[in-house]
């Protein structure tokens, strides 16, 4: 049975879940359009959770992705806390903003079993994880109203893992992806590869469906990626500019920049490393800094400065995230997007049939 049949969709294309840069309407419109919508739950509440999934039943009956974390919560350390504070401190003055009264707040929500009990009425049809999977005992309760289960490798060790644990399928994600890396047996960032290098790897280890993910932006990429081995692509910034994703103006403008030809990962933003567009932030404390504290700490004191900044018109402090093919950024509609990919499918058949 084809992954497409499985998940219920007509075309393989998956829209990825990006927290902060999008919800039901961008799903929505994925969905109506043959692929496989998604909404990132990592920034909601519960019952803005239900908000959202109550306008996407609303809209469409197609099926839908609902997206979660699995990281485990960090412990309190004041310590590195401080070392945060003090690194940022020069840029607290700037803005002449108070760095004492910065907010402590979690940022991210792993999948717990409030979450579960939120989501279970909806019963929807995918469910999909990054840093691994939840406990046992979660999954168990998703599965058992019949949803798929996807999450993300990013070696050949994690999707043996997954495999083992009780995904069925997985995504395959390259270093070119834009947003928070889904590494979660290794936090060494030299251990992450290349799409095309990643996927035929997976493909020789594991004997599950696989949806590839990162660099992929029209189709020809989609048409490599279905050559190497997957059933389904999982596509994130080629949907940033639409008019039905939420991201800035600031965010928006960048991506359709040359500045989104430089894109690095980075942890400040969050405590974990992620893909974006480098900005000022990145280029002085580094990319990577051992000073940013466990994910998701480090988010509670760039908000501040990100509202500053933004405020004076200023992407600075801003995580723009972006994959490394941002080439395709434009604002057309979602639905357009799906239909450029979806030749990528026809283009892959087309080469199985004929192949010289």
């Known amino acids: 049975m084809s992954l497409t049949h499985t998940l219920g969709i007509t075309l393989p294309v998956l829209q990825a879940p990006m927290a902060g840069a999008q919800g039901s309407e961008l799903a929505i419109a994925v969905a109506r359009a043959g692929g496989l919508g998604a909404l990132p739950c990592a920034m909601l509440s519960p019952s803005a959770m239900a908000e959202e999934l109550i306008a996407i039943r609303a809209a469409t009956a197609a099926p839908v992705n609902v997206n979660f974390f699995c990281h485990a919560p960090p412990a309190p350390d004041p310590d590195a806390q401080a070392r945060w504070h003090e690194a940022l401190a020069p840029y607290y003055a700037e803005f002449d903003l108070d760095i004492g009264a910065v ?123 279905l050559a190497l081995g997957a059933e389904a692509v999982q596509v994130g910034t080629a949907f940033l500019c639409c008019p039905e994703s939420r991201v800035s103006a600031i965010h928006r403008r960048a991506l359709m920049s040359e500045a989104a030809r430089h894109t690095a990962l980075t942890n400040l933003y969050s405590g974990r490393p992620a893909r974006g567009i480098v900005t000022r932030l990145m280029r002085e404390l580094g990319p990577m800094s051992d000073v940013a504290p466990a994910f998701p700490l480090a988010t509670a004191a760039i908000a501040p400065l990100r509202a500053a900044a933004e405020a004076q018109g200023s992407g600075d402090f801003s995580p723009l995230w972006a994959g490394q093919n941002a080439s395709r950024c434009r604002e057309v509609s979602a639905a357009e997007v799906v239909q450029e990919l979806a030749k990528g499918v026809h283009e892959a058949a087309s080469v199985a049939v004929n192949p010289h």
């Open 103 to 225: 907010p402590e707040g979690p940022g991210r929500r792993p999948f717990d079993h409030e979450a579960c009990d939120a989501l279970a009425p909806f019963r929807p049809e995918v469910v999909s994880f990054h840093f691994g999977l939840p406990e046992a005992a979660l999954l168990e309760r998703v599965k058992a109203w019949g949803a798929r289960v996807l999450a993300s490798a990013t070696t050949v060790q994690e999707a043996e893992w997954l495999a083992a644990h009780g995904a069925d399928a997985i995504i395959v994600q390259g270093l070119e992806a834009g947003g928070h890396r889904g590494m979660f047996l290794t936090d060494e960032p030299t251990t992450q590869v290349g799409t095309l290098a990643l996927l035929p790897q997976v493909r020789e280890a594991v004997d599950l469906p696989l949806i590839a993910a990162g660099g992929i932006a029209d189709a020809s990429g989609v048409a490599a990626a």
